[in-house]
């Protein structure tokens, strides 16, 4: 077993090869247009916890991935979520004005910017996907474009967003909550887990589908801990707008369970996560970890 | 030499290819999430010349592709320039009401879906381009995922857009607006080309680079059309509203050059564009007719 200062240093030193990844990946700020290329560069470094990347690299090393390949992977990972956020963070989104404790995009520069940077972001994890030799052979370099793409799309991520739309002023139950979060968190994490997991030596089918179930249930739990923190904590500790969730009468597990049953359907869906990596040894030590993590918050 | 006649009844063919294509590829409407489905056919389906779709079906030929890969490829360089206009119509960019002789999607929809429409055809383009077969081998392929990336992006058609963005109210020299349009339509355009041609037979470096020569010409002098059709013709014909640029104090090539210089540089670039195909006798014969049809407007 290890400790947690072990798992603090392991997570530290890929936040770190996360953000130098994307510092390299990035055009630099001083390539034409300019201005739009800080403003990409504003919105993805030097900031977030880079959960969707730690994932993937846990599941590399589930899959004994060689750890560049992964480190290319989670950030085109992490630029389809960066885009997701600058683009949500819109006026005619949530319009929100803070976003890891500093002004959003498109306060910071334009809304028109914002627009584009987020569609740039979007454009350039393809690219990396494309460009980089991330598998050992091209098809399966191929169907990892797929699984962003797909995870990225209409029946991913952005379909989750057009739900939550929906959703605003409505009470939704616990298994239409559950359906929106699947898909708008959700299929990123677990595409994540499985871009990772694609660098390394191919799995069976059976160990995909137990990492895909963790991938789920965690992505569930990590959008439950979201409610909570946005309904508990302040506006300083998230270095987000604290509140908006309610302030803008959107459905939320905190509004459909309360607090404490939010709590502890986190706590029973970690504990699933846990249960489909058994007999995984320890191979399966970082995605233990990570669960723990993002449940509980905590280093 | 074929008629004027064979060209229409080849480009109509293929144009409905390109409909029944987009028809197929696009989320039925009755899929969750619905509104965002039907948003996104709304965008897409049953308007638009298709020049880019056509170019890659005429590319295609002159490489002897099968059709039916073509198909799916300029579907996807169609998708991301349908993306390109949703967002483009948003009022943080163009602020349009009129696409297409239509409302434009956040008009008949409303903003945010709009904003999440283009995001959904842009994702759909690349898992297009994954998912069908579309070369004989796997390594091409991803080439064409990364050519499509590399289009789209901030080095490409997105930073063509942050350019445009900062030229409103200047002055730019024709050098300048050249640099503006060779990212803005131009890099999509070339891929639409090279898409189609990678789809069939190997082409040497030289035969690639001298399509690549005639898409770029084409696609400038497109843009220069585009400039004299906005200043010149009615809002019922272009389907679009007309008189925007100048409305909007955009520096085009009509304010640089005066209609008459446009016209004649329109004509000199297709010029060039014709001789870039010099030497490739009936293999290029649709492309030529392409080059005329985009720069003279007639069928």
Same mark, same amino acid.
């Given at each position: 077993m290890s400790s947690p200062a072990d798992f603090r240093s392991w997570a530290q030193a890929r936040q770190s090869r996360t953000e130098s990844t994307l510092q390299g990946v990035l055009p630099a700020p001083e390539i034409a247009p300019q201005r739009l290329h800080q403003a990409m560069r504003y919105a993805v470094l030097g900031g977030g916890k880079r959960v969707r990347p730690l994932l993937a690299f846990a599941a590399g090393e589930f899959a004994q991935a060689d750890p560049g390949r992964v480190a290319i992977a989670g950030a085109a990972v992490e630029l389809i979520h960066a885009y997701s956020l600058v683009h949500d963070d819109l006026p005619c989104m949530d319009d929100d004005v803070l976003r890891r404790g500093r002004p959003t995009c498109h306060v910071e520069y334009d809304e028109a910017t914002a627009l584009l940077v987020g569609d740039a972001l979007h454009s350039l994890a393809f690219q990396l996907i494309a460009e980089y030799r991330l598998a050992d052979d091209t098809t399966t370099q191929l169907e990892m474009v797929k699984l962003l793409a797909a995870a990225a799309g209409s029946r991913g991520m952005t379909g989750g967003q057009a739900i939550d739309l929906d959703a605003v002023?409505?009470?939704?139950?616990?298994? $239409?909550? $559950?359906?929106?979060?699947?898909?708008?968190?959700?299929?990123?994490?677990?595409?994540?887990?499985?871009?990772?997991?694609?660098?390394?030596?191919?799995?069976?089918?059976? *160990?995909?589908? #137990?990492? %895909?179930?963790?991938?789920?249930?965690?992505?569930?739990?990590? #959008?439950?801990?979201d409610d909570v923190l946005d309904a508990e904590a302040s506006t300083a500790t998230l270095g987000k707008t604290a509140g908006k969730d309610a302030q803008q009468n959107k459905p939320t597990y905190v509004s459909a369970l309360g607090v404490?049953?939010?709590?502890?359907?986190? *706590? *029973?869906?970690?504990?699933?996560?846990?249960?489909?990596? %058994?007999?995984?040894? *320890?191979?399966?030590?970082?995605?233990?970890?990570?669960? %723990?993590f993002i449940v509980l918050r905590k280093f």
């Open positions: 002023g409505q009470t939704l139950s616990v298994a $239409e909550l $559950e359906y929106m979060h699947i898909h708008k968190t959700g299929a990123l994490i677990r595409a994540a887990a499985l871009l990772g997991a694609r660098c390394g030596n191919r799995l069976s089918e059976k *160990e995909l589908a #137990q990492l %895909d179930y963790f991938a789920k249930y965690v992505g569930l739990a990590f #959008q439950i801990v404490v049953r939010s709590k502890a359907f986190a *706590e *029973e869906l970690r504990h699933n996560a846990l249960k489909a990596l %058994d007999g995984f040894g *320890e191979r399966a030590l970082r995605l233990r970890q990570l669960a %723990d």
